[in-house]
C-alpha cells in the first residue's frame, strides 16, 4: 500500500488555502464592485455571494485562475 501523504510544496503560496478563503479575503479588500472590475465574470456582478461564486469558479477552471492570480498579486502587495 502505497503512503497517501501529500506532497509537500514549499513555492506555492497557494497551497493549502482554500478557494473559500481566498475568495473572502478578495471581497474583504476590494469589495465585490471592484472585484468585478479587476475580474470581469458575471457571478461577482449580478447579486453576488460568496457561495454562488464559489460555485462558479470550482466549475470554471479560467474564472479560478484568474481569481488566484488576483490574490497573489494582493499577498505579494501585502508584504
Not at 506555492?12 to 479587476?38: C, Q, R, S
Request: glycine residues 2%; hydrophobic residues 35%; charged residues 25%.
Amino acid at each position: 500500500m502505497q503512503d497517501q501523504s501529500p506532497i509537500p510544496q514549499p513555492n506555492n503560496p497557494l497551497h493549502g488555502v482554500k478557494l473559500a478563503t481566498i475568495l473572502e479575503e478578495l471581497v474583504e479588500n476590494y469589495g465585490w464592485e471592484h472585484l468585478a472590475f479587476k475580474v470581469n465574470i458575471n457571478c461577482f456582478k449580478n447579486d453576488p455571494s460568496i457561495k454562488s461564486s464559489l460555485v462558479f469558479l470550482r466549475r470554471t477552471p479560467w474564472a479560478r485562475e484568474k481569481v488566484e492570480q488576483l490574490y497573489l498579486h494582493h499577498l505579494k502587495k501585502r508584504k
